[in-house]
């Protein structure tokens, strides 16, 4: 097995569409596809690519083979603009590489990018990943909904 390493997507923004692609797929039908088509979506990480900043991805690499990508923005649904300002979004792991310690390690350096930032408090939601994120020390605020799914509310302070 090889190693795994995570770089700012401004270094291989040649996967940006790569990154789409896999995103689009997974939470596609979570959008009507006027708001957030795949062409959307790879404008989206392309514009990602052009700074190491919010907004912005890093990507897990398997020697040169994308393995999974977490995004740090600052909005992930216009539903929660009023809870928060700093997101954590778009955490993915190729399905063959999951249980190997990458989403752990990306949620990890998405955390330490903010850090970085100085974002003082970090948000995400999650429908299903409740347990994942608190083993990372996140805590969790309680549920809401989100286009009619029930999602979980969690908040980091990053420093
Ligand atoms: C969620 C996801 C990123 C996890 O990636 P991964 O690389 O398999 O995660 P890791 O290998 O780092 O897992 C770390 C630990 O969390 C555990 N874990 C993974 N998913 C979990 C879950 N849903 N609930 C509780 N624990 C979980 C793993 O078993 C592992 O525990 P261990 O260290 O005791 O073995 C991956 O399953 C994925 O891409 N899912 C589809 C997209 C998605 O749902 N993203 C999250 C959106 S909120």
Redesign the pocket.
């Given at each position: 097995m090889s190693v795994v390493v995570i770089r700012p997507l401004a270094e291989v923004p040649g996967l940006a569409a790569t990154l789409a692609a896999w995103h689009h797929a997974?939470w596609g039908h979570f959008y009507d596809p006027s708001d957030w088509s795949l062409q959307a979506a790879t404008e989206e990480l392309r514009d990602h690519a052009t700074r190491r900043g919010r907004p912005t991805t890093l990507v897990a690499l398997e020697g040169d083979a994308p393995v999974?990508s977490v995004s740090l923005v600052d909005e992930d649904a216009p539903e929660f603009t009023t809870v928060g300002d700093a997101w954590l979004a778009s955490?993915?792991?190729r399905p063959e590489?999951?249980?190997?310690?990458?989403?752990?390690?990306l949620v990890r350096e998405c955390v330490a990018l903010a850090a970085r930032e100085g974002v003082p408090r970090l948000w995400?939601f999650?429908p299903?990943?409740v347990?994942?994120y608190a083993?990372l020390g996140w805590r969790d605020l309680g549920t809401a909904t989100l286009r009619g799914h029930a999602v979980h509310l969690m908040d980091i302070l990053p420093a």
């Amino acid at each position: 097995m090889s190693v795994v390493v995570i770089r700012p997507l401004a270094e291989v923004p040649g996967l940006a569409a790569t990154l789409a692609a896999w995103h689009h797929a997974h939470w596609g039908h979570f959008y009507d596809p006027s708001d957030w088509s795949l062409q959307a979506a790879t404008e989206e990480l392309r514009d990602h690519a052009t700074r190491r900043g919010r907004p912005t991805t890093l990507v897990a690499l398997e020697g040169d083979a994308p393995v999974g990508s977490v995004s740090l923005v600052d909005e992930d649904a216009p539903e929660f603009t009023t809870v928060g300002d700093a997101w954590l979004a778009s955490l993915f792991v190729r399905p063959e590489c999951r249980g190997r310690g990458i989403g752990r390690a990306l949620v990890r350096e998405c955390v330490a990018l903010a850090a970085r930032e100085g974002v003082p408090r970090l948000w995400l939601f999650t429908p299903e990943h409740v347990d994942f994120y608190a083993a990372l020390g996140w805590r969790d605020l309680g549920t809401a909904t989100l286009r009619g799914h029930a999602v979980h509310l969690m908040d980091i302070l990053p420093a």
